[in-house]
């Protein structure tokens, strides 16, 4: 791309999400969101956060690898483990990440 095309691209993205996130001041007052999509919309964020996190864990190279060789979705597992046991996102992070490092450098798989 040369960068007069760069620079548009740019322009172009910051006006889009100048437009969407004002959209929601400008004309919020004034839609009604029905209950149901309220309720649905609750687990927009998670749901972003798996989307995003599942596919690091489960692939390798590009191709899905589901088993103990894995060392990320192995890690990821037992920091879910962690979580549901201790219910704190902070200790589960350093838990998890502490985890995945210490089978990175010992390369048990």
């Known amino acids: 791309m040369s960068d007069w095309e760069i620079w548009l691209t740019i322009g172009v993205l910051a006006i889009a999400t100048a ?10 007052h004034h839609i009604n969101i029905p209950k149901r999509v ?3 919309l609750r687990y927009a964020p998670a749901c972003a956060l798996a989307a995003i ?7 390798v190279n590009g191709t899905p690898v589901l088993d103990l060789s894995n060392i990320k ?5 037992v920091a879910t483990i962690f979580y ?3 219910r704190n996102m902070l200790q589960t992070i350093l ?8 089978l990175r ?3 048990v798989f």
């Open 19 to 28: 437009a969407t996130r004002s959209s929601f001041w400008l004309v919020g």
């Open 38 to 40: 309220q309720e649905m």
């Open 53 to 59: 996190v599942a596919p690091d864990l489960m692939l």
């Open 73 to 77: 979705l192995l890690a990821g597992i």
């Open 84 to 86: 549901l046991l201790r």
């Open 95 to 102: 838990f998890g990440m502490g985890f995945y490092t210490a």
């Open 105 to 107: 450098l010992l390369h």
